[in-house]
């Protein structure tokens, strides 16, 4: 574990310890300036959801790795064979993180008009698979991976959410298998944006009958919803906008394209959660807890999610080295059901008629194949997915891998997305 973090610590970071698991957060320093800040918000939204989850033909037993492998094989090469499906749901309490935007006085009536609108945005931020919600701090290491920080000097208010059996969330008695799949953290978000948007009308293409949760802990409520996913989570978002069309005004999709690489993504070592993280994923509070997945070694989430071209001395072009250290000591895990239930990553949202920005990196391996330019053709052809969008761009920064938001050309990325995002809503 680290024992202090680099001097760049920013306001968030030094918040890590109120966001992580307890047995990370005591390698985390405080930082008594920051406790009890009103900017930023620990939350706790209980939320009621039902969804139809699909069921496998031959699940494996959840004590035997080796048969969890073969499962996670099958979904890669596309040889799963599934046995219809089966409604979960219930009532769940996802933690999330409320930052907002420091009060100013403004210039003259332009500046107060265009502060009022982004003070009526809410960017509510997914995370990506073996991410939680601290992704979005750039784990204390300040500019320009600071998502949360950079947005709210920009005016806006964002919400870090903790995905189902992720992050801070309670894991037990959730079965990482049947209960864990991507259409009821679908749900399960639709149910928060129906709490925290006004004059909400979200005409569902689903056939969800989830009760519509009452107490907001926000306190308050936005006219417009920009959703802001990573990886998985942008999946998640373009699930979202397609059941639910009407939920946000606009979608921000890094780490995204049309097809995933299941062969880059297969590559990576998969292993168990407890063998790599044992303290953090125990039998005693993880129902089936070898059904939750993290990738081996550090060189491993490196070569999966970072542009690995070196100079000459071996040092990364891309990204510093720190970054990618810490953000493999807090990484978290995917669970077997999100790995099964991601069949239809390449469907997009037909009848979203809200702004769409997809920013993947050019190197980013998991979304695109090697050359670059086939890759900006890639993200260039994801357009196909939402033919009636308002608008729909594409940023594609060079020598960038799949972590786009922790590598060095994460600021750059920041500025193109809140141009677009200050443009579009």
Known sequence: MLSKLPSTISLLGSLLPFFLPPALSHSIPAHPSSHNNPLYTPLSFTLTATASHITLASPPDPSDSTAISEVINQSWDGTLVTNGFQTVGGTFTLKAVHCQPKSHKVKDAKESDKKGKKDDVLQILLHGAIYNKTMWSGFGFGYPYDWQSFATSQGYHTL??????????????????????????????????SLTKTNHSPKPNSKSASPKPKTNPLGRKFKQIALVGHSLGSYLSVALARSYPLDASALVLTGYSLKLNTLHVASAPWVPAPSVFPARFPADNYLHNLEYLAIATLEGREKGFYDNATDASGKPYAYDPEVAKTDYVYSDANTLGEVVSLYDWGVGAEEFEGSVLVATGQRDWVCCSPPEEECVKRLEETGRAFPRAKKYEVWAPEGTGHGLTLSYSAGKTLEVVHEFLGREI
């Open 160 to 193: 870090a959410l903790d995905r189902l059996s992720h992050g801070e969330n309670d894991p037990r008695g959730i079965d990482p298998l049947k209960d864990v799949q991507m259409p009821l953290q679908t749900e399960l978000l639709h149910q928060l944006i």
